[in-house]
């Protein structure tokens, strides 16, 4: 018996893994031209000819709610679905994945920076610049008017320099807990002092010289460290850079991987200059090429998984509820290290809160659907494939499928569709 992956099974694994799912007949197309084509698809949109897409928010109106908390929420709920409803229906999922990598990264909260064109702002620049060069990446979000706020980075002046926002460009953004000193967070803090935000201008970002701190600074081992530029320069030139990032986002999309792997992948993205889709192709080719574990997928991603297959039109109202229910609000992580990890996706009330969600997409799902279809006519395989789990179900998964009456009250297949969704075998990616 030959266990080796065929190309479908590699188009879905890396359509679970760094798309989130794709529509029925999608699969079938993306087999037809192979795997290689499907990663330049995924990484290579430009040069295949993918349309460029606008912002989620192109067509969001601010509109001061001036203390009208129910204004205030509207606004916050038309965000969440425009972005909700954009990685459902893009063309570009690697992008958007990755740029909810970056949101986990950065971990900006709108709980705190509670501006909601702001918010939008930080995280069109993580869209837009999350694929291109990290040295620019770091140096966009450093003086971004959201992290500005986020990091207090906005009051922090050089007779009184903030460390939050150092200290995490060190820690969490660049180069890891082992590999600075706390005379490096002060270097950095001082040297990043200046900035403010004019919330009374639209949150305009501005430098104020007089707030600054110029004197010359030690930071990593390099010298006349004074400002932005020459701290983002030496925290992305410190060695341990390419390293911390490359084991972050391999272990992002493909769950823990042996240090050789990460080893790899840290040279390929510091021999590439810190290139981000550099990076993020060799995730994937190094996926494709079985390093990596079963990995539990966080509410988000099953959610737009779950869309894709089922083609189910969620109101708002009960989109926002399932993933605070899950755990997993976009735009609210819960602190500055993001989404909590896997463990807490499979809790007792976490996995209750996706049983129940999963019946509710089923419910919503339309007559015609594919996946509803087969699930009515117990085509087991048939939905596994939809699903993207084209070598089929697990025993259990086909055990608890299996043992469902045909002569429920629902409409036929909607309890085996929820029981689908909710099965080990779509929670697990």
């Not at 990484?43 to 606008?54: K, L, Y």
């Not at 706390?182 to 900035?195: H, N, P, Q």
């Not at 990460?262 to 889709?277: K, P, Q, R, Y």
């Amino acid at each position: 018996m030959n266990d080796l992956p065929t190309t479908r099974d590699e188009v879905a694994f890396l359509a679970r893994r760094a798309g989130w799912g794709l529509a029925p007949g999608e699969l079938d197309s993306w087999t037809a031209l192979g795997t290689s084509a499907f990663i330049d698809a995924l990484t290579q949109p430009d040069a295949v000819g993918i349309a460029a897409e606008a912002s989620p928010w192109v067509d969001f109106e601010y509109v001061d709610p001036a203390g009208d908390n129910k204004s205030r929420v509207a606004m916050a709920r038309q965000v969440l679905d425009s972005w909700l409803g954009h990685l459902a229906s893009t063309q570009r999922p690697f992008e958007n994945s990755l740029a909810w990598f970056w949101h986990d990264h950065f971990a900006v909260s709108g709980q705190v920076v509670n501006y909601l064109p702001a918010l939008i702002d930080h995280l069109d620049l993580l869209r837009e610049a999350g694929t291109g060069d990290f040295v620019e990446l770091i140096r966009s979000v450093t003086t971004d008017a959201a992290m500005l706020v986020f990091l207090d980075g906005a009051t922090s002046t050089g007779d009184a320099p903030n460390e939050n926002y150092g200290r995490e460009l060190l820690e969490l953004y660049t180069v890891g807990v082992d590999s600075y000193t706390e005379d490096d967070v002060v270097a950095a803090a001082r040297a990043l002092t200046g900035w403010v935000v004019r919330r009374r201008d639209g949150w305009a970002v501005r430098y104020r010289p007089a707030r600054h701190d110029d004197s010359p600074q030690t930071l990593l081992g390099v010298s006349g460290v004074h400002d932005v530029d020459s701290t983002v320069e030496a925290a992305c030139g410190h060695q341990a850079c390419p390293g911390f990032i490359a084991t972050k986002m391999a272990r992002h999309y493909l769950g823990p991987v042996d240090e050789s792997v990460v080893a790899e992948l840290s040279a390929t993205f510091a021999n590439s200059g810190l290139d981000i889709m550099t990076l993020g192709r060799a995730v994937l080719e190094t996926g494709i090429a079985g390093n990596g574990e079963p990995q539990i997928l966080a509410p988000v991603p099953w959610l737009i998984h779950a869309v894709k297959a089922t083609g189910a039109d969620i109101p708002v109202r009960s989109r926002l509820a399932m993933l605070r229910n899950m755990g997993q609000v976009p735009g609210q992580p819960p602190n500055v290290g993001g989404f909590p990890g896997s463990s807490t996706w499979l809790g007792s009330s976490a996995t209750a809160a996706r049983f129940s969600s999963a019946n509710e997409i089923s419910r919503l799902t339309p007559d015609d659907s594919v996946a509803l279809t087969a699930a009515a006519q117990r085509e087991w395989d048939e939905l596994a494939d939809v699903c993207l789990r084209p070598s089929g179900f697990s025993a259990a998964t086909l055990d608890a499928l299996g043992a469902l009456s045909t002569s429920a009250s629902r409409r036929p297949g909607e309890a085996a569709l929820g029981v689908a969704l909710a099965s080990p075998d779509l929670v697990v990616g």
